[in-house]
């Protein structure tokens, strides 16, 4: 059962790519759906087996790797981080292939895409069910490989084409990092496998390792290296810029991928590496401090944004900084009960974003929405709850996840905590004001869209709406009866040894006697910015342009997304192309191909041109040539005779 689990995706995807070739679109859609609801089903029994029965389990495959001293097994691990993570990715994977054969219905090659959101759902559950670290590594980059096949799937798009390499390219700096972490790990440890690593982790905290011609903490440059690579997988500050031109794909793709799963690999990745982190204390401030700036900044981007699904992606990046500083503050449980809340109403969005889209004629500009929520009923109630709970309202899951986080590093006690607390607070603020910003400028107001548009909005059907209501279950109901597991008082035995917290890191301990105005504070903050947002795009509609206005200069900064794309590619893109441009005309085109194969086939050209000109076919040519031969081959025997 638990091996069916991660390989049936695989099968379905298999004969889905099958399937495609003869355009049996509909038995590839219900080939995908059926083993990704037996692979749901199967994660829901170890789940209760695993995480509630407290019976972890190692499934061994075979040996994988053999190389001199180094060896890796194909083994699966099923700990509770794993249990949670199967639940997570195969419940939101199996609405999102069901939703796509609403959405994708008139498309072509709706096999093809199929066969590529199971291909997805296998690299990451191969993921999360690593038994070490090379493992692990396979399917980082597996989900790295179908992101890419997914976010460019409209290939004839050059926009869609762009945002995929740009994603494959950016996550390969992040990899890199990861890459070298690895073998961080396995110089220091002589292993790759996580029992080995965790079972000696404490014995290197005063171990120094030679990186960059330096003597550092060999623990903290590892610990520092993997980051990297969850950096460029969850889009943190800095390596984030993929995540919003990801949207160029299919909208079940940014559900699957930019909300719920892949997006939270880094997350995972962090959290299984706790025994390891905690006691690199550098590498959790830093962890910490990235976090923390990542919400900020993707929140005020978000509000500035008009394209629907980009909003959700910058609210998606936000989120992902609240997961990340509460991991570095030591609170992985709290991380993890984050990332699965806010896998249902982070899917939920993008899905009911989808359907907004599907209803308007495939429009995604808020500028020409408003209007429409008598029309999408129930897309419109199914976007009140996501954005509620994303809000952080109470009874909706993100309250108990997201309050949980705040008060975790506001109780950590450390400078870094602080700083992560208050910018989680600033990003509540401003998360809660462009929720409403969004529900109002796409389904308020008068219409902006044309009246043959108009004309057509309708509701999605009923494969589109059925998932909405399951995520929508998910973003209510997920917090309150997760809290006492994930966090609450059955936190140590639900995590088990899939978690460690050295016991002088007391952040998860102290979340739980903050002061009251710790706890109050989201809520005001959260209701001040759903005010301010239906103050300004509700009551007051000239005032946004007005503040923008008055604030050119910032706005201008929120909206160019702080510049990054622009100073990225003044300083590397630009100079990369040029000296690529350098190399391939001065080097490859003129040295290496000048002197090389093309300039000895040109010589060889011009030798035979020379004798097919001597080749004439006239009698006094020929002649003449004998002739010339003659006095050459007589002279040359008279020089010699006369020894000159």
């Not at 040996?63 to 419940?91: C, K, N, P």
């Not at 330096?214 to 889009?235: D, H, N, Q, R, T």
């Amino acid at each position: 059962m638990y091996a069916s689990i991660v390989f049936l995706p695989l099968v379905g995807s298999i004969i889905a790519g099958i399937l495609s070739l003869g355009h049996h679109d509909r038995a590839a859609e219900r080939i995908t759906i059926i083993g990704l609801l037996l692979s749901l089903l199967f994660s829901i029994f170890a789940f209760a087996e695993v995480a509630i029965g407290g019976q972890p389990i190692t499934v061994d495959l075979s040996r994988w790797i053999v190389s001199g001293d180094f060896e890796a097994h194909w083994r699966l691990r099923f700990d509770t981080l794993t249990a949670v993570m199967l639940i997570v990715v195969t419940g939101v994977s199996s609405m999102v292939h069901i939703y796509s054969v609403g959405y994708m219905s008139h498309d072509k090659g709706r096999a093809r895409f199929m066969s590529y959101l199971s291909l997805f759902t296998f690299a990451m559950l191969m993921l999360v069910t690593a038994d070490n670290l090379v493992q692990l590594f396979f399917g980082w980059e597996g989900v790295g490989v179908a992101s890419y096949l997914l976010i460019g799937f409209w290939y004839h798009k050059e926009s869609a084409h762009a945002a995929a390499m740009k994603a494959f390219v950016v996550n390969r700096v992040g990899d890199f990092g990861f890459a070298l972490g690895i073998l961080a790990v396995y110089a220091l440890f002589g292993s790759v496998q996580f029992d080995d690593i965790f079972s000696k982790a404490a014995l290197y905290v005063d171990v120094n390792i030679n990186f960059l011609g330096m003597s550092l903490p060999a623990l903290e440059v590892a610990g520092i290296l993997l980051f990297i690579g969850a950096m460029g997988k969850s889009a943190q500050l800095g390596l984030h810029t993929w995540l919003p031109d990801a949207m160029e794909g299919p909208t079940p793709v940014s559900a699957l991928i930019h909300a719920a799963t892949m997006v939270t690999a880094g997350v995972f990745m962090v959290c299984r590496l706790s025994p390891v982190l905690e006691y690199a204390p550098f590498t959790l401030d830093v962890i910490t401090v990235i976090g923390g700036m990542t919400a900020i900044f993707a929140a005020t981007v978000g509000m500035t944004q008009f394209d629907i699904k980009r909003v959700i992606a910058y609210s998606t990046c936000s989120q992902l900084g609240y997961m990340f500083f509460a991991a570095g503050v030591s609170a992985y449980p709290a991380a993890m009960f984050h990332l699965t809340t806010h896998a249902f109403f982070k899917a939920l969005l993008f899905l009911g974003a989808g359907s907004v889209i599907h209803a308007m004629s495939d429009e995604q500009d808020l500028r020409n929405m408003g209007g429409i929520w008598k029309k999408i009923p129930v897309t419109y109630v199914m976007m009140w709850v996501g954005s509620l709970a994303l809000a952080g309202f109470p009874f909706f899951a993100g309250f108990y996840s997201k309050d949980m986080i705040l008060e975790a590093a506001f109780g950590a006690h450390t400078s870094v905590g602080n700083f992560a607390f208050w910018m989680g607070c600033a990003a509540a603020f401003l998360t809660a004001f462009y929720s409403w910003r969004l529900l109002i400028m796409a389904f308020h107001g008068k219409p902006r869209a044309s009246a043959e548009v108009m004309a057509h909005v309708h509701e999605s059907p009923s494969v589109m709406t059925l998932p909405l209501f399951v995520l929508a279950l998910g973003a209510i109901f997920s917090g309150w009866l997760g809290y006492e597991l994930f966090v609450g008082h059955d936190m140590a035995a639900f995590w088990g040894d899939s978690i460690f917290i050295l016991p002088t890191h007391m952040a998860m301990e102290n979340a739980h006697h903050v002061p009251s105005w710790v706890k109050l504070l989201p809520i005001v903050l959260a209701s001040s910015g759903v005010l301010l947002a239906v103050l300004f795009y509700a009551v007051f509609t000239d005032m946004p342009a007005r503040m923008a206005k008055a604030f050119s200069p910032l706005y201008a900064l929120f909206f160019n997304k702080w510049y990054f794309d622009e100073i990225y590619d003044a300083l590397l893109v630009k100079p990369a192309v040029r000296i690529g441009a350098i190399l391939w005309q001065r080097g490859d085109r003129d040295t290496i191909d000048g002197f090389g194969p093309d300039g000895m086939s040109g010589l060889v050209l011009r030798i035979s041109g020379f004798c097919s000109r001597i080749q004439s076919g006239f009698v006094f040519h020929y002649a003449f040539a004998m002739l010339i031969g003659v006095v050459v081959l007589v002279s040359w025997y008279y020089f010699r005779l006369k020894g000159i």
